[in-house]
């Protein structure tokens, strides 16, 4: 069964430090996003793309977050400079989309640690 | 508007016993309403989705009730096992967008 995977499983970083976090969405299918969980708490969404480009983005995604795909196959988040709070768990997550069905399936996360 | 309200926080329920776990929303333009199953250290896995045609869906021991007119939805865990035991995620969207979760629930399902 196809999944969604993402690379690394673990990143730790020191505040300030550009960090890029890696996905392979499921290769049919056409919208992307990316979400983040705070240690406890509930799942945040972050941003869509579809058509290699953004369709949504939340206030937490502000200018130091950015998306991109860079081939056929890969997602990825940039967080440029990154801060003590954007420690959380990131997922990745992708839909068929329209007429495939909405479903978004997840994939297993990065944990981001920022010291 | 764009919130979903979750309870409770935290289930224990004996084996075999149903588990039940509630939401509510207010954005009467979402009509997509999955459920998460999610284990420590894991991403959110889907269980089951209902779309605000129905009322009702069953997919195994798992089936999810909504009222549409009360705009509440609901996860039902038939014979619960101790293998359910995880957090559960109700959400919501419009098609194609964003998922807006709950806060999520924490099942215990004591042998």
């Known amino acids: 069964e196809p999944e969604v995977t993402q690379t690394p499983s673990h990143q730790v970083t020191q505040m300030g430090q550009e960090v890029i976090l890696r996905c392979v969405p499921i290769s049919n299918h056409l919208y992307f996003y990316w979400y983040r969980q705070i240690l406890g708490q509930k799942v945040e969404f972050l941003v869509s793309?579809?058509?290699?480009?953004?369709?949504?983005k939340s206030e937490i995604f502000d200018d130091q977050f950015s998306v991109e795909r860079p081939d056929g196959s890969n997602f990825t988040l940039k967080i440029r400079s990154t801060k003590l709070e954007d420690s959380a768990m990131y997922f990745c997550?992708?839909?068929?989309?329209?007429?495939?069905?909405?479903?978004?399936?997840f994939g297993p996360g990065t944990r981001l640690t920022v010291t | 508007q764009q919130q979903v309200k979750q309870s409770p926080q935290s289930l224990i329920v004996q084996k075999g016993g149903i588990s039940i776990i509630n939401c509510a929303y207010e954005?009467?333009?979402?009509?997509?309403f999955p459920w998460y199953q999610q284990f420590p250290g894991k991403g959110p896995a889907l269980l089951i989705a209902?779309?605000?045609?129905?009322s009702e869906k069953k997919e195994g021991r798992f089936t999810i009730s909504f009222n549409k007119s009360a705009k509440q939805f609901s996860l039902h865990i038939m014979d619960s096992q101790p293998g359910d035991s995880a957090t559960y995620f109700c959400?919501?969207?419009?098609?194609?967008?964003?998922?807006?979760f709950g806060q999520g629930t924490e099942l215990s399902v004591k042998p």
């Open positions: 954005n009467t333009a979402f009509d997509y």
């Open positions: 793309f579809y058509n290699n480009e953004i369709s949504e």
């Open positions: 997550a992708s839909s068929k989309g329209l007429a495939g069905g909405y479903e978004q399936y």
């Open positions: 959400a919501a969207s419009i098609p194609g967008g964003k998922l807006i």
């Open positions: 209902i779309r605000p045609d129905v």
